[in-house]
């Protein structure tokens, strides 16, 4: 796998369509919403690309993760809505975490989490993610939450936010966590 920025052109339309296949309807991001996420916030859109060791075509794409900076280090109903991004917030919002489904259970969604905090966001190396974002904060569900737990996050706890017909817990990893996980 080879983790790339998203490019709008190139990319997009078969993002929009993993996002609705893979994402029950109420809670997938509307094409606008990724449309913004893509262009306004394009540091923070990390794209899974296929190597020829990968089960898909060189150059497919595997999975994605995106997210948006907020103005303060909470996450609301505001801060979620599809157009916010805050230029220069010290706290990112991750929206969609998505493997293809046919590749889904081997890892490779443990790995795009891993990859994006710990060295996109907070290593910005390799062209990725260049500002002083300090922490990463997330919504999931409860039975996914030991996921992100793996992947270096800690529950802050079940959260406020009302997204589709579920309850959500809401997750964090702040650079000194992630530091002393990669340690
Ligand atoms: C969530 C999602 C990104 C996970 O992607 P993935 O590639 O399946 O992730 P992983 O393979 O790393 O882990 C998924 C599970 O497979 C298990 N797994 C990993 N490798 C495995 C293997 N070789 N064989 C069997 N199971 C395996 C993991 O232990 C994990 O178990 P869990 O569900 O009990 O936590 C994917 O299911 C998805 O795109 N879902 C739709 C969008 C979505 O709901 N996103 C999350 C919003 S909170």
Known sequence: MIFTR?????????????ERREYPADE??????????????NEFFMVAKATTEDDAAP???????CGTLLPSDELTAESMRPGAHVVGGSTLAIHSVCVRRHLQRRGH???????????WVFNAHGGGATSG????????KPART????????VLVGP?????????WN??????TTARDDRS
């Open 59 to 65: 150059g497919d794409i595997i999975g994605y993760v």
């Open 159 to 167: 959260s406020r936010v009302v997204h589709g017909a579920d309850a």
């Open 28 to 41: 997938a991001a509307s094409d606008a919403a990724l449309e913004f996420r893509a262009r306004e916030a």
């Open 170 to 175: 809401e997750c964090v990893i702040t650079e």
């Open 109 to 119: 969604g443990s790995t795009l989490v891993r990859e994006y905090a710990h060295n």
């Open 133 to 140: 974002v300090r922490s990463i904060r997330l919504l999931c």
């Open 6 to 18: 998203c490019d709008p052109e190139r990319d997009l339309e078969t993002i929009k369509e993993i």
């Open 146 to 153: 030991a996921f992100y737990l793996r992947a270096g996050f």
